[in-house]
């Protein structure tokens, strides 16, 4: 198995203490750290450190679904916000929101957000599974998303007012901005119930690398582990969904980091996704804050504007490599 030099294990490690520093850190009130007034305290405590912790869990979830996605589908451009997962995530969320069936902290938003994820894997699954063609599920990700993304434009359209289209529509765009410990509530069972389910599943997840028939004689219960992988995605994806949104990118960027530090052994791939997901919503919040006016860039956007020509410079490095 290879294994990371410890140098780059030593500069990653620093760069997250670096940025956790600097994240902490941002905003118009100074922190003395070592000399804190009651007000100070207050903006780290309830303002700061559940924001910081939210960028933690959200980037580690993310990371960790779309490492999963990546091996479970043997395709490395899938992730939650491809296959449409997060959207249907989303649009269940907004749709109970509008007809007033839960209020914006409610604890049962999570059950929402992943019954809305579930959904969209059935109907993927029910269009695709079947042909054993990756590119097939990904059409029919496509093709769920979008109708999800329309749904949701439409119930933006009919919301009752204007203060409930701007509250709604950050779903859609991902932020985590004005962010405090509730949502983090909302976040961290999700987390941890899909994490201990990929524990659960993971030696299928290194097996999944030869072909079903290979795995199929190796006394695996397909069908039950492969649903119990989903619920996790499900899960990570719900989790992240309620507390902060859509966020695009990191699932798919984060298991390609990994393998460009020279690890391939598919659990060292999923499990250093979470770490790595977290040191890119970091970076990429940290610009958020960093350019926003008055008015704070939903970090989704950044997300997209960041993880669309990082995609675009993998794919050409990929091609090169096919070439060469």
């Known amino acids: 198995m290879t294994r990371l030099p410890d140098s780059r294990w030593l500069i990653l490690a620093f760069s997250f203490i670096l940025l956790s520093a600097w994240h902490l850190s941002q905003g118009p009130v100074t922190l003395q750290i070592t000399e804190l007034s009651q007000l100070q305290k207050t903006i780290l405590l309830d303002i700061r450190l559940p924001r910081w912790l939210l960028v933690i869990g959200n980037g580690m979830a993310l990371g960790l679904a779309g490492a999963t996605l990546q091996l479970l589908l043997r395709n490395p451009l ?12 989303a ?19 999570p059950l929402v957000a992943l019954a809305g994820g579930l959904l969209g894997l059935l109907v993927i699954l029910l269009l695709a599974w079947r042909q054993h063609d990756v590119y097939r599920v990904i059409l029919a990700g496509v093709a769920v998303s979008s ?14 007012n204007p203060f409930a289209f701007q509250e709604w529509s950050l779903w859609t765009l991902g932020t985590l901005a004005n ?13 941890v119930l899909g994490v201990a389910l990929l524990a659960s599943a993971r030696h299928l997840l290194t097996a999944l690398t030869l072909s079903e028939q290979t795995v199929a004689t190796l006394g695996f ?4 582990q492969r649903n119990m992988i989903l619920l996790a995605v499900a899960l990570l994806v719900a989790g992240s969904v309620v507390s902060a949104g859509i966020i695009g990118f990191i699932g798919l960027l984060a298991p390609h980091c ?12 999923l499990w250093l996704s979470a770490p790595a997901g977290a040191l890119l919503l970091l970076s990429m919040d940290i610009i958020t804050r960093v350019i ?13 504007l960041v993880g669309a020509p990082l995609l675009i410079a993998l794919l050409m490095r990929q091609y090169r490599q096919q070439v060469i």
Not at 221 to 224: E, M, P, Y
Not at 258 to 269: M, T
């Open 179 to 191: 962010r405090s410990w509730s949502h983090l509530l909302l976040l961290l069972p999700c987390l």
């Open 78 to 89: 899938a992730e939650p916000g491809l296959i449409g997962v997060s959207s249907m995530s």
């Open 258 to 269: 990994i393998r460009l530090l020279g690890e391939q052994h598919p659990q060292r791939v």
């Open 91 to 109: 649009l269940t969320t907004v749709a109970v929101l509008y007809f007033g069936m839960l209020g914006m902290s409610s604890f049962l938003l």
């Open 292 to 304: 926003s006016g008055p008015r704070e860039l939903p970090v989704g956007i950044v997300a997209a």
């Open 221 to 224: 219960k397909l069908v039950s």
């Open 147 to 160: 109708l999800a993304a329309a749904l949701m434009g439409l119930i933006l359209y009919l919301a009752p």
